[in-house]
């Protein structure tokens, strides 16, 4: 029993799947009468690592994306664990034990180092410009449009000034590039503010359950870009000067 339905889930479990996985266990535990929001995502972290929250009446799991293909009854334990933690619940033998297991196993071992050497060497130029700060100017747009959720960013400016890639998301590293070509008293605030939030949608959609690998410029994630007040003014600006 225990060993087959590791077997039946070969194919990886939607986040929506893995979100009512969370709400089942929280029902389990008995923590309330009625299930808080829930919401799940999964997170580029350096090596395996989860994260969970509670805030505004809501729960905020974040997972980790070595985990994108874990059977059921892992994220089963996930859930528990991490959920027991947060309310100060005893985690059962048994849940910690199916937990180890899998993350000791010799798959996930290879992944986490090759994630942990690929995501820890990354070097990133000062996000501290001669002209503008990238650090603040993301905390601003995160607060204004991402509700304060996008974290754990690195942000630096290229090392050459190319007017080929103007920004640049690495979900490996979870990083954003801007070209420095935009640290320039002559480049409008709103310039740069709409290049950097182009690379910031580009985060969320990459730990986005509708990810799409292949159309990084889906319609979703055109309609989401035309929220950017500046949106006309830096395209026409954008294709004016560069
Ligand atoms: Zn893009």
């Not at 959920?83 to 100060?88: A, V």
């Not at 959720?149 to 998301?169: A, E, Q, V």
């Not at 740069?192 to 939030?197: A, C, H, N, R, W």
Request: hydrophobic share 35%; net charge positive; proline share 3%.
């Amino acid at each position: 029993m225990h060993q087959l339905s590791l077997f039946e889930d070969k194919r990886a479990l939607t986040i929506e799947r893995i979100r009512h996985i969370f709400i089942e266990s929280y029902r389990e535990l008995r923590i309330t009468r009625s299930s808080p929001f829930m919401h799940v995502e999964f997170y580029p972290f350096v090596g395996i690592n989860h994260t969970i929250r509670f805030r505004n009446g809501g729960l905020y799991a974040r997972v980790s994306d070595l985990f994108r293909e874990a059977p059921s009854e892992i994220i089963k334990a996930l859930a528990i664990i991490l959920l027991s933690k947060l309310f100060r619940r005893r985690i059962p033998a048994r849940i910690t034990h199916t937990y180890r297991a899998f993350v000791n196993s010799v798959d996930m071992k290879e992944k986490s180092l090759l994630t942990r050497g690929q995501r820890g060497r990354k070097l990133l130029c000062d996000p501290k410009g001669h002209e503008y700060n990238l650090t603040s100017l993301f905390d601003r747009l995160n607060a204004e449009y991402f509700e304060g959720r996008l974290g754990n960013i690195g942000l630096g400016w290229s090392l050459r000034k190319s007017r080929r890639i103007l920004g640049h998301f690495d979900p490996s590293h979870s990083s954003i590039t801007i070209s420095r070509i935009f640290d320039d008293n002559r480049i409008p605030e709103f310039v740069v503010s709409y290049v950097l939030f182009h690379e910031m949608l580009h985060a969320q959609f990459s730990t986005s359950s509708n990810f799409d690998l292949k159309n990084r410029h889906s319609c979703q994630f055109k309609n989401e870009e035309k929220k950017f007040k500046s949106y006309k003014e830096s395209n026409d600006w954008l294709k004016e000067n560069l």
